[in-house]
């Protein structure tokens, strides 16, 4: 029998909540403001997972109140052509947010086209202005999916100061700039990668255990330390035997529930937040613009 009576982070719950406490802040800076906050999301291609996610994102601007400018590119647009309209939607009075649905087809370079986002306006917070500001600790718009993290252990009321914390991933999305917000909170941490040595007894040691590798269930209960915080960034797509598809997260959440005292559910945990987040960075660059920060 368990131990430990492991509760639920739920992300939808709480990225609902966001999203209406948003809804109010929009509704009051419009009255001073005179217009609504924008948001323009890029696409380039027919990537159907894309195409899901970004009407997920339109959904939830109209859901709030935000106005959308979607843009959406030919998977042959040129370069060229995407940075035209990024300097244009820079230049946009009605535009807080712009982002870029990844990923790009191969012959577009992603980073040199991130790096012409004005970094007031770079809704995913990935641009490398945003991400020095994020070392320094300075105020500026986070990487959403690493802030959404963040904002379901503090809404948890998780204690991380003086905790040590186990990120099992180095990606510049994910695992280097939560890393740093964990560091901010006063955590231990170390970054863990394929070519971690024992990578298992390190993760043994993780009072905050997080993944984010891309890797269908490889964090196993045996792995996990009693009564650790484990949370689950990874979205993998599995079948059957029978060829049906499921979501599953970087964790054997079967496993790891009889040993975890907090863990993230996938879908439902960490997913609902990264869009969340990308909502609050576009009214936070809104709002700043006009120094009514919130």
Not at 52 to 63: D, F, G, L, Q
Not at 175 to 201: C, Q, W
């Amino acid at each position: 029998m368990s131990l430990t009576t492991c509760q639920i982070l739920d992300g939808k719950a709480l990225a609902q909540k966001i999203q209406q406490s948003l809804q109010k802040t929009i509704q009051t800076l419009q009255n001073q403001i005179g217009r609504p906050p924008g948001l323009a999301v890029l696409m380039v291609g027919d990537n159907p997972a894309s195409a899901v996610y970004v009407r997920n994102k339109e959904k939830a601007c109209s859901k709030i109140g935000m106005a959308s400018f979607g843009k959406h590119f030919p998977a042959s647009a040129k370069a060229a052509e995407i940075t035209e309209t990024i300097q244009q939607l820079n230049q946009d009075e009605r535009v807080d947010g712009i982002l870029i649905q990844l990923p790009l087809p191969p012959h577009l370079d992603s980073v040199a086209l991130l790096h012409e986002i004005d970094p007031d306006k770079d809704a995913d917070g990935l641009h490398p202005v945003n991400l020095g500001r994020l070392v320094r600790g300075e105020r500026g718009l986070r990487s959403c999916t690493p802030a959404g993290v963040m904002e379901l252990l503090k809404t948890a009321n998780i204690p991380l100061a003086g905790k040590r914390a186990v990120v099992v991933g180095r990606s510049i999305l994910v695992g280097k700039p939560l890393a740093l917000m964990l560091m901010e909170e006063n955590a231990t941490v170390t970054i863990a990668h394929s070519r971690t040595v024992d990578l298992a007894a390190l993760c043994q040691e993780a009072d905050i255990l997080v993944a984010a590798i891309g890797k269908a269930e490889f964090i196993t209960a045996d792995m996990i330390k009693r009564g650790a915080v484990v949370i689950d960034v990874g979205i993998n797509r599995v079948e059957d035997e029978s060829g049906n598809g499921r979501l599953v997260g970087d964790v054997a959440y079967g496993e790891a529930l009889d040993k975890a005292s907090y863990i993230t559910p996938v879908p439902g945990g960490v997913g609902p937040m990264t869009v969340a987040m990308l909502l609050k960075n576009t009214v936070d660059s809104y709002s700043q613009r006009y120094e009514l920060w919130v």
